[in-house]
């Protein structure tokens, strides 16, 4: 990167983060500081809510998995407009009806304490897990960019997180939240734009769009009902509503940003604003990818997008790596030049030309494809314990290498701000939920207001160590986008079932729900260790199975009741 681009970067940075401290100095009221006062409107709210799950991973991993394998996983989204209508109509009004600070204070008023700290205990593992993930994804661009140790990048990014987020809080977070999620958009606007310059001559978008076709980039509808494929209509629909509804119904990092709303209708416009924009965010996100996909067609593509490990290899063994670099590159190659003939052949109308270039079309990416596993398994002969998958690298190739100067400091700015904005949201509710539904409810019941700010000022800092620690076991990970929600599916089928139970089964109690939960919350995650289902299914089977069991748990209690 030039100097430009450093200035551009971190200067960006340094105004989110002097901002929103600065905006919200001296906070001392603990509705301020979890709560945001309860002042902000609905454009804040609906912006944050979008910038707290649209993380760094959605920009960096959302683009590369769409250029391996497609655009299916916008599939993932389809239930989501449908959860963020119920979750206004049936959980904001209970919410703000009973006014309090996390989402789990209602479960001890409906149920118990045991369900409360259950529900906030389930919360704290998956999300402080998902933070981790959020902070390492940051931490890949940097590492890359000035070539620095991934562990000391890890650190320095989690820590410019929770500095701000310590200072400010949840005000602090949906402030800055703001900001960030307009610059983002625009940078992804811009790289979208470049994209299709430069493809410009040599194919126009509309035969862009046939070449990411005719590569099965562009399948977002799948109507299969096998329970192993992860993405289709069915999974989207069921799983992606389980998902989605336990998500912003239920996730403390999610119900704190509208739980700041000036009032209930504030909260409910800003969940509209992402029941209408979240689906097409996604899908550009994807196409974007997709299109990735067709510029390295006309560009030359690196065997493997993570370039450091490419150099290792090159250094030790260089004359593999040069066969197996010379072998994909003619097949890069033959790619181009069956592109061109596709390109030709369609708008000739010649049918049997177009079947004839696809096919020599999927051929060469096959060569392609396997050059670039001998590559992988080079990389793992020189270190068994690198990471052969790249999809995480494709976008940051396609900024650091063909976008302007000035340009790749804005776009990087970007997929900073995204992890930012997302893990500071996740260390808020984390450090909300830990004073709030532990320390200030089992430790220290009775308190000064600036006591509790204070401890959830240190929590929030504590929380963010754990998140970097949890950050170094990210890297395990194929595709960071689809760890995410791996993460969440496991767990929140479970807590949403207890929530269901709350809202609709008045005459379950406490210990029914509780020990139904503990039950489906293992069950899922001996289904997910053993088998190959689709893991947004894992949503809808843990929420059904808090219901029936709960329901049977309650049928046996009353039985016993009665005969006592």
Not at 19 to 47: A, E, F, H, N
Request: proline letters at 2%.
């Amino acid at each position: 990167m030039s100097i430009l681009d450093f200035i551009v970067l971190f200067g960006t940075l340094a105004l989110i983060v002097g901002y929103g401290v600065y905006k919200t100095r001296g906070t001392q009221d603990l509705s301020d500081y979890l709560k945001g006062g309860s002042s902000m409107k609905w454009g804040t709210i609906g912006l944050s809510v979008m910038a707290t799950q649209a993380s760094a991973i959605t920009f960096i991993s959302t683009p590369g998995l769409a250029y391996e394998s497609g655009m299916a996983f916008v599939q993932n989204y389809f239930g989501l407009p449908i959860a963020l209508i119920i979750v206004s109509v049936v959980f904001i009004p209970i919410y703000y009806k009973l006014n309090v600070f996390t989402a789990y204070e209602f479960l001890e008023k409906r149920f118990d304490k045991k369900t409360r700290l259950l529900g906030a205990f389930l919360f704290l593992v998956q999300r402080g897990l998902a933070a981790g993930i959020t902070i390492y994804a940051p931490a890949i661009i940097l590492s890359t960019i000035l070539d620095w140790d991934l562990a000391f990048t890890v650190v320095l990014v989690g820590m410019l997180v929770i500095i701000y987020t310590v200072s400010g809080g949840s005000k602090a977070v949906s402030i800055t939240q703001k900001q960030q999620m307009t610059i983002i958009l625009i940078g992804m606007i811009i790289a979208f734009g470049y994209i299709v310059y430069y493809l410009s001559p040599f194919v126009s978008f509309g035969e862009a769009l046939d070449i990411a076709g005719a590569s099965n980039k562009l399948d977002t509808v799948d109507f299969s009902l096998d329970p192993e494929k992860r993405y289709t209509v069915w999974t989207g629909l069921l799983g992606g509503l389980f998902l989605a509804l336990s998500y912003f119904g239920t996730d403390q990092s999610q119900v704190q940003r509208y739980l700041g709303g000036k009032d209930a209708t504030e909260s409910k416009m800003g969940l509209m604003f992402n029941a209408v924009l979240k689906v097409p965010m996604q899908f550009f996100i994807l196409l974007t990818g997709a299109l990735l996909y067709v510029f390295f067609v006309f560009y030359q593509p690196p065997v493997h997008f993570n370039l450091s490990a490419m150099d290792e290899v090159a250094y030790h063994q260089k004359d593999k790596y040069e066969k197996i670099t010379s072998e994909h590159d003619d097949w890069a190659f033959r790619r181009k030049v069956y592109a061109l003939d596709l390109r030709d052949a369609l708008n000739n109308g010649d049918e049997s030309k177009v079947s004839i270039a696809k096919h020599n079309l999927d051929s060469a990416a096959n060569g392609l494809n396997a050059s670039r596993q001998k590559m992988k398994d080079l990389i793992t002969s020189q270190d068994e314990s690198a990471k052969t998958k790249d999809s995480d690298y494709v976008f940051l190739t396609f900024i650091l290498k063909f976008l302007p100067v000035g340009l790749v400091g804005l776009l990087i700015a970007v997929i900073f701000s995204a992890a930012m904005s997302s893990t500071s949201g996740e260390l808020n509710a984390l450090a909300s939920t830990m004073t709030v539904d532990f320390y200030k409810n089992i430790i220290k019941p009775e308190g000064e207001e600036s006591h509790y700010v204070k401890a959830s000022k240190w929590l929030t800092f504590v929380w963010g160590i754990i998140a970097i620690f949890f950050a170094f076991w990210a890297h395990k990970s194929e595709n960071l986008i689809e760890m995410v929600n791996i993460l969440g599916s496991i767990f929140y089928g479970v807590i949403l079932g207890i929530f269901l139970v709350a809202f609709f089964l008045k005459r379950v109690g406490g210990s029914a729900v509780f020990f139904a939960a503990v039950i489906s919350q293992i069950a899922v995650i001996v289904l997910y260790n053993t088998t190959e289902i689709g893991y947004l299914w894992f949503n809808v089977i843990g929420c059904l199975g808090v219901v029936v069991l709960g329901v049977v748990f309650s049928v046996f209690d009353n039985a016993k009741a009665a005969k006592s």
